[in-house]
């Protein structure tokens, strides 16, 4: 089975106008949070909620919140302590929902919609080390295959330190378009 090119999905931050009857995770819980309570918690600035297009129908979607993780009551794993910090709390983003139309499971959706939140928890313009998701058991495989670890004794929020994610990419692989563009022309530019 082959992905969906990117290209071809466009993400947008969720509104009253867009038609949601035919949306269709397979999870009547993550189904009812989407018609039901995310435009709620939207303006109770609880939660952000980015829907994902496929040809001009919904195909997925996230929902997000800020978090922290408690160093010691949270008992992290000592792997995940900041040496020399002396915050007893870390920022943290929390992907309180993620689900894919049914139609679409294991066509990149999914992925892309993870790849967004690591996107934007890393090019924020606030501190950002963890991104954290309290997955259902079939999504296990999914969030670990990005990286994301159980880091507590409590086994029930994986995490993703994005230390670890940045130190795997390259200095200059920027998740920002405009910064993409503007080293394009300074190299142009320059050379």
Known sequence: ??????????VLLHSSRYDLSQFDSGDAELNDFLK???LREQNEFLSKTHLCFYRDRVAGFISMAADSVQAKKDKLDPSQIIEDCEYPVY????????AVDKK????????????LAIGYAME?????RYLAV?????????????GFRFWTKSQ??????????S???QMNDSLDLWARNDNKKSKLSTG
């Not at 679409?104 to 790849?115: A, D, I, P, R, T």
């Not at 309290?134 to 990005?146: M, V």
Request: aromatic share 10%; charged share 25%.
């Open 1 to 10: 089975m082959s992905g969906i090119p990117e290209k071809e999905l466009s």
């Open 36 to 38: 039901n309570d995310s």
């Open 91 to 98: 920022p943290c983003i929390l992907i309180a929902r993620l």
């Open 104 to 115: 679409l499971h294991g066509y990149g959706v999914g992925s892309y919609l993870l790849s």
């Open 124 to 128: 924020s313009p606030l501190g950002c």
């Open 134 to 146: 309290d997955p259902k058991k079939g999504a296990l495989e999914f969030y670990e295959k990005t």
């Open 156 to 165: 029930r929020r994986m995490f993703l330190n994005l230390r670890y994610v």
């Open 167 to 169: 130190e795997q990419m």
